[in-house]
């Protein structure tokens, strides 16, 4: 990996191209970017201006908005109008998934267009497996390049820059086909896109690889650094644990997977996901960046003094969450990579029991030990038909008990059925005020109202679980 020298606690951050994105630079010398997402209706100017503008004002420094459709990727003219009408100089990013037309209308009018690449061309996820010769294989690839071709050059005319971003919810088929659900099959649909962006000379372009699992999040942007440095490749990438959940859990997760990443020098912009109200992000991810010194410290220290199968971490904090974002940001990564397997937390501001509760939840956000119910849940953005918060809250409150069981909660199809194969049950948007249930990949009940089903969720999960109902 190319890296700036050491620093005196161990730092070094991996050098990277700039990609320019209207008013900011990513990469490079500049400062880590935090950002986030609206969760208004990208039609509803208003809406998307107000929170955007909460969300600036918490620190910021670019909004992503959904848009689903050629209407809501022309209205982002409108909501970039009401920003700088305002005197805001954001950058504005457009998400797009399911129709390669909608990004060429973005581009016109965002500084940046979020693409997928596990949707942009090809068809919606069956998990069917296919087989294809290296011939027809190479003819996929040749699709992709010629849908591509005209949106880099609307790209270019209008200086807009792109986000290839892979979730591993949202593999296409023929990559799984191919690569499995692995590492290296998400890592491949990213270079993909990237080798048709490199050969045509366009630079302003963000990577990022994202998954619920830490340890396949991890792993997969190692493994995408690697592979960019092979083909000499070094853009610049965006951290981010998707479907992180919310509260205490959501920000253990998300530290343990972004901030191992962080203290080996690898990101160059964040976003947390949490399934809250978008501006609350803001303070975590700075919380994050502000601690990479000192956490790839702690965490050398942690490595060294590994005993007996076990981290033990002392931490001065007298504020919970900074406890549980250092806690999580420095040993993230030793139980990623298994170096060990138990964790004591000592704090002189905080009782045995709070911190034995705090560990086992980085050991559960890193997949070693799992002492309570784990939830998959999106923040929510446009897209998003229901009550998010108020259902996890329900779904919580009658599955907390249920250790070990992996619940997803998602707004809508985007990632909802792929997230699943990590999920034992999913509860997954499919249209206004309709919901489909899940038994891991496999849809068991259809389309039916939002008013019951939570409560058909729970009959679901009881009929499997009766002894624990």
Aim: proline share 3%.
């Amino acid at each position: 990996m190319n890296s700036r020298p050491i620093d005196s606690c161990g730092y070094q951050r991996r050098i990277s191209t700039v990609a320019h994105v209207g008013t900011i630079d990513i990469g490079g010398d500049n400062p880590i970017r935090i950002q986030s997402m609206t969760t208004t209706n990208t039609n509803d100017t208003e809406a998307c201006v107000e929170q955007s503008q909460r969300i600036i004002e918490a620190g910021g420094e670019l909004v992503r908005l959904t848009t689903q459709g050629t209407r809501e990727a022309e209205n982002m003219k409108n909501i970039s109008a009401g920003l700088r009408k305002k005197g805001f100089t954001t950058p504005l990013v457009a998400d797009v998934h399911f129709n390669a037309n909608v990004a060429d209308v973005a581009a016109r009018y965002a500084e940046k267009v979020r693409i997928n690449p596990g949707n942009y061309v090809d068809p919606a996820r069956t998990f069917k497996h296919l087989e294809y010769t290296d011939e027809e294989y190479q003819a996929e690839l040749q699709k992709i390049d010629n849908r591509l071709m005209p949106f880099i050059n609307i790209c270019k005319e209008h200086h807009t820059a792109v986000r290839i971003g892979v979730n591993h919810g949202s593999l296409s088929d023929r990559i799984m086909s191919r690569y499995g659900d692995t590492p290296e099959g998400i890592v491949e649909s990213c270079m993909e896109f990237l080798r048709i962006f490199k050969r045509e000379g366009f630079d302003d372009v963000v990577i990022s690889i994202k998954a619920s699992n830490t340890v396949v999040m991890v792993k997969s942007v190692r493994l995408l650094v690697e592979a960019m440095d092979r083909e000499d490749m070094h853009y610049p990438l965006h951290l981010g644990v998707t479907e992180a959940g919310e509260g205490e859990d959501g920000r253990i997760k998300s530290a343990v997977g972004i901030g191992a990443l962080l203290t080996e020098g690898i990101g160059d912009t964040i976003r947390v996901s949490l399934s809250e109200e978008p501006e609350c992000e803001i303070p975590v991810a700075r919380k994050l960046v502000d601690s990479i010194e000192e956490c790839t410290r702690l965490r050398s220290e942690a490595e060294a003094s590994i005993k007996d199968d076990t981290v033990t971490l002392e931490l001065a904090e007298d504020d919970w969450e900074s406890l549980q974002l250092k806690a999580a940001m420095a040993v993230g990564a030793l139980f990623i990579d298994q170096k060990a397997h138990k964790l004591i937390i000592k704090s002189p501001f905080y009782s045995e029991e709070q911190c034995v509760e705090l560990a086992d939840g980085i050991l559960q956000a890193a997949r070693i030990k799992f002492t309570k119910t784990e939830y998959i849940s999106c923040p929510g953005c446009g897209r998003t038909l229901y009550n998010l918060q108020d259902t996890i809250a329900r779904i919580k409150a009658a599955t907390s008990h249920l250790v070990g069981l992996k619940i997803g909660i998602m707004g809508c199809i985007v990632n909802g059925p792929g997230e699943m194969a990590d999920a034992d049950y999913g509860y997954v948007g499919a249209g206004p005020g309709r919901i489909s249930l899940y038994r891991q990949k496999e849809c068991v009940v259809k389309n039916i109202p939002e008013s019951e089903a939570v409560d058909r969720l729970l009959e679901l999960i009881n009929r499997d679980y009766p002894s624990k109902a």
